[in-house]
């Protein structure tokens, strides 16, 4: 039996004994691929549509092995991993840290259903029910006590999964077109997904923490304050090195090797919509005090914060101890062209605009500009989006 046949001996199989993954099984297509796996992980991946594997993974699983591999990734895809726009904002080393979260989350549904691991097996059962983002976040303080000396070492077994994660599609990028039959096909994912829940409660095999991931998945709690930090930590927070200190753990090793440090920024500009549409809106205050968070983090040597509605109305050099005034002028209409000509003046390594986006803006900036906004309508004409809730 080679390796396309063994796939859809394995597929049956899933559909007689696991029957409530159907729909989300059958949505991706099997396709056997050799090409476009990265060295050493020639194992299988799934983009939404196709389910890829190499023929030598395959042929190296058990038959129910076979099983967790096609459902392991059809739940990627289903609990909207695969969607996910948390990992573009992310570190190259942290997007792995995510996966590896969505790999607990994954493989404890798949533990809790009776299917046979694959070794590398990432499943904490301590994760057993929790989202995405709390395992994530864990993981995360974990790293930082290992970085400092104070964690223990990763469980046997944790590392690196079995599958590749291709990056997720970034929205941003996206025609208008191509933009509603992404979200056509997330809605139409959230949709089988749901099914699968109705036919397990059928069959009274839900398990205990499976709904409440599906609510998750479906709704997804990311705080994208959080968010926010990442990236300006992943576009400004990075390491450099000098000959001029060098390493002592070389001197050790009786190499002449440089050390590293962190690198400061020199200049954050914060801009602030006062217009009447954003007049008062909690996002303001609570962007305000994040924002202090992440140049306390990323060390910034000079922050700048201007209000502005038609026209400028304050601008500000801040530090740690400033509070949000509400005695700034505002409730106006709304024009980008002097926020932003008045941040180029302080030649900024990246200019952050918290807006609704219903305003006129310049023809271009000659610095990077992220957008800040709960608006799902309006594209830009520069500069990357985030948008929250």
Same mark, same amino acid.
């Given at each position: 039996m080679?390796a396309?046949e063994?796939?859809?001996d394995?597929?049956?199989r899933?559909?007689?004994?696991?029957?409530e993954?159907n729909?989300?099984l059958?949505?991706?297509q099997? !396709?056997?691929?050799?090409?476009?796996?990265i060295?050493?992980?020639?194992?299988?991946y799934?983009?939404?549509?196709?389910? %890829?594997?190499?023929?030598?993974?395959?042929?190296?699983l058990?038959?129910?092995?076979?099983?967790?591999?096609?459902?392991?990734?059809a739940?990627?895809?289903?609990?909207?991993?695969?969607?996910?726009?948390?990992? /573009?904002?992310?570190?190259?080393?942290?997007?792995?840290?995510?996966?590896?979260?969505?790999d607990?989350?994954?493989?404890?549904?798949?533990? @809790? %259903?009776?299917f046979?691991?694959i070794?590398?097996?990432?499943? =904490?059962? /301590?994760y057993?029910?929790?989202?995405?983002?709390?395992?994530?976040?864990?993981?995360?303080?974990q #790293?930082?006590?290992?970085?400092?000396?104070?964690?223990k070492?990763? =469980? /046997?077994?944790?590392?690196?999964?079995?599958?590749?994660?291709p990056?997720?599609?970034?929205?941003?990028?996206?025609t208008? @077109?191509?933009?509603?039959?992404?979200?056509?096909? /997330?809605?139409?994912?959230?949709?089988?997904l749901?099914?699968? !829940?109705?036919?397990?409660? #059928?069959?009274?095999i839900?398990g205990?923490?499976?709904?409440?991931?599906?609510?998750?998945?479906?709704?997804p709690?990311i705080?994208?304050?959080?968010?926010?930090? =990442?990236?300006?930590?992943?576009r400004?927070?990075?390491?450099d090195?000098t000959?001029?200190?060098p390493?002592?753990?070389?001197?050790?090793l009786?190499?002449?090797?440089?050390?590293?440090?962190?690198?400061q920024v020199?200049?954050?500009?914060?801009?602030?919509?006062?217009?009447?549409?954003?007049?008062?809106?909690p996002?303001?205050e609570?962007?305000f005090?994040?924002?202090?968070?992440?140049?306390?983090?990323?060390?910034?040597?000079?922050v700048?914060?201007?209000?502005?509605?038609?026209?400028?109305a304050?601008?500000?050099e801040?530090?740690?101890?400033?509070l949000?005034?509400?005695?700034?002028?505002?409730?106006?209409?709304?024009?980008? !062209?002097?926020?932003?000509?008045?941040a180029?003046?302080?030649?900024?390594?990246?200019?952050?605009?918290?807006?609704?986006?219903?305003?006129?803006?310049?023809?271009?900036?000659?610095?990077?500009?992220?957008?800040?906004?709960k608006?799902? =309508?309006?594209e830009v004409?520069?500069?990357?989006?985030?948008?929250?809730?």
């Amino acid at each position: 039996m080679n390796a396309e046949e063994k796939m859809i001996d394995s597929r049956r199989r899933i559909m007689l004994k696991w029957g409530e993954f159907n729909p989300i099984l059958l949505r991706l297509q099997l !396709v056997e691929e050799t090409e476009g796996f990265i060295e050493l992980m020639r194992t299988g991946y799934t983009d939404g549509k196709k389910l %890829a594997f190499h023929p030598e993974f395959v042929n190296d699983l058990d038959p129910y092995q076979c099983d967790t591999f096609q459902v392991h990734e059809a739940l990627h895809v289903a609990l909207l991993h695969t969607f996910s726009q948390r990992v /573009k904002w992310l570190a190259k080393e942290e997007q792995m840290l995510f996966w590896e979260a969505a790999d607990h989350v994954v493989n404890n549904i798949l533990l @809790e %259903a009776k299917f046979k691991p694959i070794i590398p097996w990432i499943c =904490d059962t /301590k994760y057993q029910g929790w989202t995405l983002e709390a395992v994530f976040e864990d993981l995360r303080q974990q #790293q930082k006590q290992q970085q400092q000396g104070k964690g223990k070492g990763k =469980d /046997k077994g944790q590392g690196g999964g079995f599958d590749q994660h291709p990056e997720p599609i970034d929205e941003n990028s996206l025609t208008a @077109e191509e933009k509603a039959e992404y979200d056509k096909a /997330k809605k139409e994912w959230a949709k089988a997904l749901a099914d699968v !829940v109705a036919i397990a409660k #059928q069959k009274g095999i839900l398990g205990a923490n499976f709904e409440k991931l599906v609510n998750e998945a479906i709704e997804p709690v990311i705080p994208w304050p959080q968010i926010l930090i =990442d990236n300006l930590t992943r576009r400004l927070g990075h390491m450099d090195y000098t000959w001029q200190r060098p390493s002592r753990r070389g001197r050790s090793l009786g190499m002449y090797l440089p050390s590293s440090y962190d690198m400061q920024v020199d200049c954050l500009v914060f801009c602030f919509d006062t217009s009447g549409s954003m007049w008062n809106d909690p996002l303001l205050e609570q962007a305000f005090t994040e924002m202090k968070a992440c140049c306390r983090q990323l060390k910034v040597k000079k922050v700048v914060l201007i209000e502005a509605d038609n026209e400028v109305a304050r601008e500000r050099e801040i530090d740690d101890t400033t509070l949000l005034s509400t005695q700034v002028k505002g409730g106006g209409g709304t024009s980008f !062209v002097h926020a932003l000509a008045g941040a180029t003046t302080h030649e900024p390594n990246l200019i952050v605009y918290f807006t609704d986006l219903y305003g006129t803006f310049p023809e271009h900036c000659d610095f990077p500009v992220l957008w800040v906004t709960k608006t799902l =309508d309006v594209e830009v004409p520069f500069g990357e989006v985030l948008r929250v809730r």
